[in-house]
């Protein structure tokens, strides 16, 4: 399904952005592993939490809404899954969570099988696999190496290990299930990336009242976690998502206008709201408000140097505004934008250079300069967050652009281009033009 994005002059109004998937999924793994009932509000809804409700369905949930609630209802531990194979769909955060959860159900002996979608099978997960074999799990790859689909038994007993800090899904993954494990647990994660979601993991740890120790020295993160505790209710509302709310930010920021984005709160641990202080700091008008952000927009920017260790989904985002920017803007230290969906360095470089960009690829991250897009036809990837910042793109560029894959953006963003066109984006997928 093809996206066609033409040139927009203006963008004004008010939207609000979606929950954040972070925090949605977060929330009902964690209400899937309590015994009783709990509520969720502004979920998302998208198909990346479909799969986390489908998985904790799988696990014994039983999850239903009305009237915009989530309610999920767990006989909580021992969990008592419905299937000996679970499917996780394209979820890297689902998939992850999941596999030491399996390690706290009943009748650990038997085997089961944990699957996903063709996606998320390119994806590695051989760091978390070593570490949940030195906590009591046994698991076997069924087809490639360092690849889902595997077998998982055994019971998740605690113990020392060891993880890669390359995504911080892997440590959050061993934080949620390690309090629940029969024996206490000590976690090193050297060199941890994408450190604001681990401090999300955190912060549910915090608000359950879960007991554990973290220190931090130079590189190196160790945690000490008790084991036998549990989790009790939720009964909450899910903060808008930071990381939809950028492709909202950057076409309000480029683009002349007035546009007001509601539901935002700059104090939530979302690590990628830190685009707007980059935006400010390149120049762009943003007003924060305790519930809004005011942006004005068409005000020229600056390049900068931006480390987006902590930030690798807004690279896309970051090299659309770079293109915009005068002078040069460089996006640094987020090699692991490699391993997402797709490799972002690499797409968003061809995606932009195809467009007219000046772009060089580095090994961990991009060099962009201030250049004249011109709209052509760009590859999606079958990534999300590549066709949304090619699609901002595709709204400052001359003429018309042709992403590819756009259904992709069902992925985590299912409504984005109603809300786009809600404030005046000139956007339409292909096949409702022809019909």
Not at 34 to 54: F, P, V, Y
Not at 190 to 200: D, G, I, S, T
Request: glycine letters at 8%; hydrophobic letters at 40%.
């Amino acid at each position: 399904m093809n996206l066609i994005v033409n040139k927009t002059l203006i963008l004004n109004g008010q939207v609000i952005p979606p929950g954040s998937k972070s925090q949605s999924i977060r929330a009902i793994i964690l209400a899937s592993l309590c015994q009783g009932e709990s509520a969720l509000t502004n979920t998302l809804h998208s198909d990346d939490t479909q799969d986390a409700i489908n998985v904790c369905r799988s696990l014994g949930a039983k999850i239903s809404e009305s009237d915009h609630i989530l309610t999920i209802k767990s006989m909580g531990l021992p969990l008592k899954l419905l299937n000996t194979e679970i499917h996780s769909g394209n979820s890297g955060i689902t998939t992850h969570f999941v596999m030491p959860i399996l390690g706290l159900r009943q009748n650990t002996d038997q085997p089961i099988i944990l699957n996903c979608s063709e996606q998320m099978r390119a994806r590695p997960i051989k760091p978390l696999v070593e570490a949940l074999i030195n906590l009591g799990l046994s698991i076997k790859y069924l087809e490639n190496e360092n690849t889902l689909p595997i077998s998982i038994s055994g019971k998740l007993r605690g113990g020392k290990t060891y993880v890669d800090g390359i995504t911080s899904q892997y440590l959050s993954a061993l934080l949620f299930a390690l309090p629940c494990a029969s024996g206490d647990s000590e976690i090193k994660v050297k060199n941890l990336q994408e450190r604001p979601y681990a401090e999300m993991t955190l912060n549910w740890l915090k608000d359950q009242g879960i007991h554990f120790h973290h220190l931090s020295t130079g590189d190196l993160d160790t945690y000490k976690i008790k084991g036998r505790q549990k989790y009790k209710n939720i009964y909450t509302t899910i903060p808008s998502d930071f990381s939809s709310a950028s492709y909202l930010i950057a076409a309000s920021v480029l683009i002349p206008g007035e546009v007001i984005l509601q539901g935002l709160n700059m104090a939530d641990p979302q690590g990628d709201k830190r685009l707007v202080t980059i935006l400010q700091e390149m120049g762009a008008d943003i007003v924060i408000n305790p519930t809004h952000l005011h942006i004005r927009g068409g005000k020229k920017l600056s390049g900068i140097k931006i480390d987006a260790n902590d930030i690798p989904d807004l690279l896309p985002t970051l090299a659309v505004i770079g293109t915009y920017a005068s002078g040069k803007t460089e996006i640094c230290n987020v090699a692991h934008a490699r391993i997402k969906e797709t490799d972002r360095i690499q797409s968003m470089a061809n995606g932009l250079g195809s467009m007219g960009a000046k772009i060089d690829e580095r090994d961990d991250g991009l060099i962009i300069y201030q250049s004249v897009l011109q709209g052509t036809q760009v590859k999606g990837y079958g990534d999300h967050r590549t066709v949304m910042a090619l699609s901002i793109a595709g709204m400052i560029a001359d003429g018309t652009t042709i992403i590819d894959d756009s259904e992709a953006i069902n992925k985590t963003f299912p409504t984005f281009i109603n809300v786009m066109k809600s404030i005046g984006a000139k956007m339409e997928v292909e096949n409702a033009i022809s019909s």
